[in-house]
């Protein structure tokens, strides 16, 4: 029994710690405009549910817009660049959408 408690007490104190490593500094600040029918969290989560989503889809739309010019060495650069603005859109219609508006600590 008292090994069951130290174990337990042990993996509590290992995610307290771990949960300390979670580099958050770069999340923006949601601020609440209107009646937002989510919290924070989950709004955010959504968002980047959907901002992930669409840099994938902006990649993929690159390279087969590549393919069909006959540009035959894309841009990793410019795919990437592309791809990260059209993420970076979409979580802040996301956000704007769930009745947040988003501060950015820069």
């Not at 029918?37 to 980047?48: E, K, L, Q, T, W």
């Not at 592309?82 to 802040?92: G, L, N, T």
């Amino acid at each position: 029994m008292a090994v069951r408690i130290f174990r337990v007490l042990g993996v509590a104190a290992m995610m307290a710690a771990l949960a300390g490593c979670i580099d958050r500094a770069n999340e923006p600040v949601l601020l609440a405009i209107g009646v937002p029918v989510n919290p924070p969290g989950v709004a955010h989560s959504i968002c980047m549910t959907d901002g992930n989503a669409m840099y994938g889809e902006a990649k993929r739309q690159y390279e087969l817009r590549a393919q069909l010019t006959g540009y035959a060495q894309a841009d990793a650069l410019e795919a990437e660049t592309i791809a990260r603005a059209a993420a970076h859109r979409q979580y802040v219609a996301c956000i704007s959408a769930q009745g947040y508006r988003t501060l950015y600590a820069n």
